[in-house]
C-alpha cells in the first residue's frame, strides 16, 4: 500500500534547546512541512521559566527576522506564556514585554496563572491578586495585538493556500498555514 500523500505537516511545541539550524533547514527545504514553529516558552525570565518547567531558558530562540531569511523567509512564529505566576515582579513582567517587542512574534497566547491543587507550583500558592494578573494580560495581549496587526498587513494583497474545513450558507471556513487548527483562529 503506498504512503498517504501528506500535503501539509506543522511543528508544534518545538522546545528552543531542540530549534536548530538543522531543523530550520529541513523546515525550509520541505515544502510540506509549514513555515510555523510553535515554542511553548511560558515566560522570558529565568526564574520563571525553571518554574514552569521550561524546557529550556528562551535565550537562542531563533528570531524570525534575522534567523530565519533566506531560508524560510515567511515563516511564523507563535508562542504561549503565563502572567501572574506567583513571585512575578512588575520588573519581571516587563522583562516579558521587551522580550516580546525583541522577538515579535506572529502569534501569542497568553493565560494567567491559575492555582491547582496537585501541581507542581500547590506549596507557592497564589500571591498575585486577580487584577494584577488581569492587568498584566491585557497589557501582553495589547502589546502583541499591535505586532500581529503588522505581520498580518505584510499579507495584504498577497495569495495564500488555505484549507476549507468548512461550507454553509454562503460561507467558506477555512485556515492557510498561519493559522493552526484549534490554536489560532478562522479565516
Same mark, same amino acid.
Given at each position: 500500500?503506498?504512503?498517504?500523500?501528506?500535503?501539509?505537516?506543522?511543528? +508544534?511545541?518545538?522546545?528552543?534547546?531542540?530549534?536548530?539550524? *538543522?531543523?530550520?533547514? $529541513?523546515?525550509?527545504? %520541505?515544502?510540506?512541512?509549514? #513555515?510555523?514553529?510553535?515554542?511553548?516558552?511560558?515566560?522570558?525570565?529565568?526564574?520563571?521559566?525553571?518554574?514552569?518547567?521550561?524546557?529550556?531558558?528562551?535565550?537562542?530562540?531563533?528570531?524570525?527576522?534575522?534567523?530565519?531569511?533566506?531560508?524560510?523567509?515567511?515563516?511564523?512564529?507563535?508562542?504561549?506564556?503565563?502572567?501572574?505566576?506567583?513571585?512575578?515582579?512588575?520588573?519581571?513582567? +516587563?522583562?516579558?514585554?521587551?522580550?516580546?517587542?525583541?522577538? *515579535?512574534?506572529?502569534? $501569542?497566547?497568553?493565560? %494567567?496563572?491559575?492555582?491547582? #491543587?496537585?501541581?507542581?507550583?500547590?506549596?507557592?500558592?497564589?500571591?498575585?491578586?486577580?487584577?494584577?494578573?488581569?492587568?498584566?494580560?491585557?497589557?501582553?495581549?495589547?502589546?502583541?495585538?499591535?505586532?500581529?496587526?503588522?505581520?498580518?498587513?505584510?499579507?495584504?494583497?498577497?495569495?495564500?493556500?488555505?484549507?476549507?474545513?468548512?461550507?454553509?450558507?454562503?460561507?467558506?471556513?477555512?485556515?492557510?498555514?498561519?493559522?493552526?487548527?484549534?490554536?489560532?483562529?478562522?479565516?
Amino acid at each position: 500500500m503506498p504512503a498517504p500523500r501528506i500535503d501539509w505537516i506543522r511543528v +508544534l511545541y518545538a522546545y528552543p534547546g531542540y530549534v536548530t539550524d *538543522r531543523l530550520i533547514d $529541513v523546515i525550509a527545504s %520541505q515544502p510540506q512541512i509549514l #513555515p510555523y514553529l510553535d515554542m511553548p516558552l511560558q515566560h522570558a525570565h529565568r526564574k520563571h521559566c525553571a518554574a514552569c518547567a521550561a524546557r529550556q531558558m528562551s535565550i537562542g530562540i531563533p528570531h524570525p527576522g534575522k534567523d530565519a531569511p533566506p531560508r524560510c523567509p515567511t515563516w511564523l512564529l507563535r508562542s504561549t506564556f503565563i502572567v501572574g505566576y506567583p513571585g512575578e515582579t512588575e520588573e519581571e513582567f +516587563l522583562a516579558l514585554l521587551k522580550f516580546i517587542d525583541e522577538i *515579535r512574534f506572529d502569534r $501569542v497566547g497568553t493565560f %494567567q496563572f491559575s492555582f491547582e #491543587p496537585g501541581t507542581g507550583s500547590e506549596t507557592l500558592g497564589d500571591p498575585i491578586p486577580a487584577e494584577v494578573k488581569q492587568e498584566r494580560y491585557d497589557r501582553l495581549m495589547e502589546r502583541q495585538q499591535a505586532i500581529s496587526l503588522e505581520k498580518n498587513q505584510a499579507f495584504v494583497g498577497q495569495t495564500l493556500d488555505v484549507l476549507v474545513e468548512g461550507y454553509g450558507d454562503g460561507i467558506a471556513v477555512g485556515r492557510s498555514y498561519r493559522d493552526a487548527p484549534e490554536i489560532d483562529g478562522w479565516l
